[in-house]
């Protein structure tokens, strides 16, 4: 493809002091600079501005340089039994047949004893980051000293989580890949119900200060190795004992049938290769975990917390032993099917944007205002719903069937169709293939008998 000239188009138009500028400012800046028909763009920008100021004010403070505010669907997925509670649970995803895929999977099961799951550990991490070239063992003797010191430091960043039950855990001294005078300090931290970012950082910063000052001023130390340099303080979004495990069983006969004289015994075999195959293959493997962040990242990002984390998480877990495989396994022994998934996820229920976000506060609501193991739960229980779903299409029907299905109303939409055309599209292609060129031709018959008559 050939390149765009730089300069001569739109992108190359620049600006200083952008972010000073009005919401309006901002607005007519860039409609004037990069759209065909300005006013249109403008009007457009701000009709999905919130009718109410201080919503919206609410919302422009979430971001740098905010113009306006992208819609995506807020979407439920009832029938989640899960320990024995039932959850509605929010979703808010751009794919259409994500939420149906969650709420299919999560009645399939609700009419097998329903979902499984248990928190195994809530452990969060940070680093400090530094160069010294003097000797580690010091600082591994020394640790007991070093950190009470960072503790007395910290302890007013530490007051109120230590309050709520949480702090800091254990501290390691470790040299990563071997680079030359790099160490680092990996620290455990227990956050209670919030996400604990801040938190995290803060300390980080506070004890990194600390340690330098140790370093620097200790007496036991050459001249030469009292010279520290602090490179970083940041947590960890891999944390691997932040862990969630969500599981579903019954017998093999109980799976039911599955027509094309699918028996409930070929069904499980066959789905059990299926999750066998993403285990042995990371192309594979990516597509079925990304089925599993279809489930996850809709609930994480309805109760406004952060999927970034979540996704680059799970994803160096699913890689832990050193080659990327599925996050779910199934196992078929004594005559049952079982089904599980195991994913970290650092999620928070306090703090954050979790209270402040208008929706995801509503989200946390409608889920009975849980705390962040029970969110651990339910966002582990929708991936494998959603993941029992996806694997299910894919064995019987293909899964093109139940996303053109999805989509059908999607390809109407673009193709203008009326309330009736609509009704009509959607009963012809009940038990038919539907595609964007099927729909059209279809339309087009309708239309022109309409226009014969
Ligand atoms: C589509 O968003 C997700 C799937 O591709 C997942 C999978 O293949 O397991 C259907």
Redesign the pocket.
Known sequence: MAERPADKTATGKTIAGFSKLSKRGKIKWIVENFFKDPENVMHELMSYWHHNEDQQKILDNFSENAISNYPLPYSVAPNFLINGRTYCVPMVTE?S??VA?ASAGAKFWMERGGIHAMVSGTTKLGQIHFKWNGPLDFIEQHLPEIRQQMLDDAADILKNMQARGGGVGDMTLRTPGGLPHCAQLLIAFETCDSMGANFINSCLESFSASLERYITHSEGLSDDHREFERIMAILSNYTPDCLVRAWVECPIKALGNFGGGMTAEDFAEKFHA?VQI?QADPY?AV??????F?GIDAVVLATANDFRAVEACGHAYAARNGRYASLSTCDLRDGLFRFALEVPLALGTVGGLTALHPMARRSLELLGNPGARELMMIAASTGLA??FS??R??ITTG?QYG?MKMHLRNILLRLQATETERDLAQSHFADRKVSFRAVQDFLQQIRSATNER
């Open positions: 794919e047949s994500v895929a299926a993403a594979r597509t079925h975990n990304k089925g599993i279809n959603q993941n996806a694997i299409s894919l899964i996303h």
